[in-house]
C-alpha cells in the first residue's frame, strides 16, 4: 500500500487532520489500534474554544454541534463559594467557547469520514514508523496476524500519549519537559440539569471542584483528589456531599444529584517534547504535549496543531516548498507553550497543593480577587479560555 501521509492514531488529531487533507486532495491512511465504538466511548474533554468550532463550521462538521452544543458567554470562578462571572464574549470582542463534548465530536468526524471515503484501518496491532529520518519512510502492522506495510511520504504520529511516535525521536534530539501534580480529577456523569448555565471553577479549602454540563440535562462534576484514591472508595452520595460542600452553599442550593452512569479519575500531568518533527515524522497533539485539564485546552490543542500541519503539508505539496514544513515545529510550539502556562496557572490558582501553608492560600485568595476585580486580569483568562491566535 502506498500514500502520501500515513497517519498513526484516529484520536481528535489524527481525524481532524484526514478531514483537511481530504479537503485539500492529499492521500491519507489512518492507523488505528482500537475500534470506532472504543474511541467514541472514551469520556474526555467538554469545551471547545472558538478556533476549534470555527474550523469544524468550515469543514462543514459544525451541523450537530450547532443544533446541539451549548454556547457560552461566560463563565464562573467561585473562592470558598463565592461566585464572580467572567463575560469571555465581551471581553474578546466577541469570541465564545461551546460546550460540545469530545465523543459527540468524534461521532461528527467518523460520521462524515466514512462518507467521504476517509481511509481508517481499525485495531491496526504492533503499529511502528519506519526509516523516519530517511527519505522513504513507511508504517508497519499486523491485522489479523498478518504483517502490512504502508509507504508514504510522511508520518504523522498522532497517536496521543502513550503511543509509539514520540519514541521513533532519537533519545539525543528529543528533549522532554515536564511537571507531574500530587492530584487527580474524580470525574462523574449523571443525567441530571446543570447546577448553573455556565460551568463554575471553584477553588475551596479541600481542594478543586469544577461544576460542568454536556447538555442541559446532562451533568459533569469533577473533583480534586489524590493520585492513588481508590474509585469505589467514593459511591455516588459520597461525590455528591463533597462536591456540593466545595462549589458552597449558593451554588449546592441547585445542584440536582442522580445515579452517576461514569466515575473515573484522570492524573494532572504538563508534558513538552521538543521538537516535534524529525525527519519525515512529526508529532501532534497529546503525542507530543499534555496539560492539565483546568482551562479544557488539550483537545483544543491536539486541533490547532493539525491546522498548522495541514497547511504546511498543503503548501509542500501545491507549492514545493518545504518552508512551512521546516517551521511546523516551531510554530506549533511557541502557541502550545502558551496554553501550557495558562493551564498551569489556572491549576495552581484553583488547587489544594500538599505543602501549601497558610500564606500560599492567602496567595491563591489574592489573585482571585485580584481577578474579580481586575478587567486586564479577566481579559488575560478570557482571551486564553476561548484560544489564542492560529499565528
Ligand atoms: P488521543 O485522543 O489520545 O488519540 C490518540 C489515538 O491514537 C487513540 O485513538 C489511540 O487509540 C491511538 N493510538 C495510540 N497508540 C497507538 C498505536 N501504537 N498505534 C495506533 N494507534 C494508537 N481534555 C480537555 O480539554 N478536557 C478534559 O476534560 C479532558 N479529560 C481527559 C481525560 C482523560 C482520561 C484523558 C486521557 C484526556 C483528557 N483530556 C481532556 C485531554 C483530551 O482528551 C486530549 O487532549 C485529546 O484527546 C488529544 O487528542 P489526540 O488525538 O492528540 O490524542
Ligand atoms: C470540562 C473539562 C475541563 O477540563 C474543563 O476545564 C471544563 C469542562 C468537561 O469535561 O466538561
Known amino acids: 500500500m502506498r500514500t502520501k501521509i500515513a497517519i498513526i492514531g484516529a484520536g481528535p488529531a489524527g481525524l481532524m487532520l484526514a478531514h483537511l487533507l481530504q479537503r485539500e486532495g492529499i492521500d491519507a491512511v489512518i492507523l488505528e489500534s482500537r475500534d470506532r465504538d472504543y474511541i467514541e466511548g472514551r469520556v474526555r474533554a467538554g469545551v471547545l474554544e472558538q478556533t476549534t468550532v470555527n474550523l469544524l463550521e468550515r469543514l462543514g462538521l459544525g451541523g450537530r454541534m450547532g443544533r446541539e452544543g451549548l454556547i457560552h458567554t461566560g463563565t464562573k470562578l467561585a473562592i470558598d463559594g463565592e461566585i464572580f462571572r467572567i463575560d469571555i464574549q465581551e471581553l474578546t470582542g ?11 465530536v468524534m461521532r461528527d468526524l467518523f460520521d462524515d ?3 467521504r471515503g476517509i481511509k481508517i484501518i481499525f485495531n491496526a496491532a504492533e503499529v511502528r514508523p519506519r526509516e523516519v ?8 502492522w499486523r491485522e489479523n496476524g498478518t ?18 511516535s514520540r519514541g521513533c525521536i532519537p533519545k539525543t534530539v528529543l528533549k522532554t519537559f515536564e511537571r507531574v501534580y500530587p492530584f487527580g480529577w474524580l470525574g462523574i456523569l449523571a443525567d441530571v440539569p446543570p447546577a448553573n448555565h455556565e460551568l463554575i471553577y471553584a477553588n475551596h479549602e479541600r481542594g478543586f471542584a469544577l461544576a460542568s454540563m454536556r447538555s442541559a440535562t446532562r451533568s459533569r462534576y469533577y473533583i480534586q483528589c489524590a493520585v492513588d484514591e ?3 472508595d467514593w459511591p455516588d452520595e459520597r461525590f455528591w456531599d463533597e462536591v456540593a460542600r466545595r462549589l458552597g452553599p449558593e451554588t449546592a442550593a441547585h445542584v440536582v444529584r442522580g445515579p452517576s452512569f461514569e466515575k473515573s479519575i484522570a492524573p494532572l500531568r504538563s508534558s513538552v517534547t521538543e ?11 497529546d503525542a507530543a504535549h499534555i496539560v492539565p485539564p483546568t482551562g ?3 483537545l483544543n490543542l491536539a486541533v490547532a496543531d493539525v491546522i498548522f500541519l495541514a497547511e504546511a503539508l498543503t503548501d509542500f505539496y501545491q507549492s514545493g516548498s518545504a518552508s512551512g514544513i521546516d517551521h511546523y515545529s516551531a510554530r506549533a510550539l511557541a502557541r502550545v507553550w502558551k496554553a501550557e502556562r495558562f493551564s498551569w496557572w489556572f491549576t495552581s490558582i484553583t488547587h489544594r497543593f500538599p505543602e501549601m501553608d497558610g500564606f500560599a492560600r492567602k496567595m491563591q485568595v489574592a489573585e482571585l480577587n485580584y481577578m474579580r476585580g481586575s478587567r486586564a486580569a ?12 492560529l499565528q
Open 296 to 298: 479544557a485546552k488539550g
Open 94 to 104: 466577541g469570541s465564545t467557547v461551546m460546550v460540545y463534548g469530545q465523543q459527540e
Open 133 to 140: 529520518a530517511g527519505s522513504r519512510p513507511y508504517v508497519t
Open 113 to 115: 469520514a466514512a462518507e
Open 275 to 285: 521538537p516535534m518533527r524529525h525527519g519525515k515524522l512529526f508529532l501532534a497533539g
Open 378 to 389: 479577566q481579559t488575560m483568562l478570557a482571551e486564553n479560555y476561548v484560544g489564542l491566535p
Open 230 to 232: 481508590n474509585l469505589a
Open 147 to 164: 504483517e502490512r506495510r504502508l509507504d508514504c511520504d510522511f508520518i504523522a504520529g498522532c497517536d496521543g500519549f502513550h503511543g509509539v
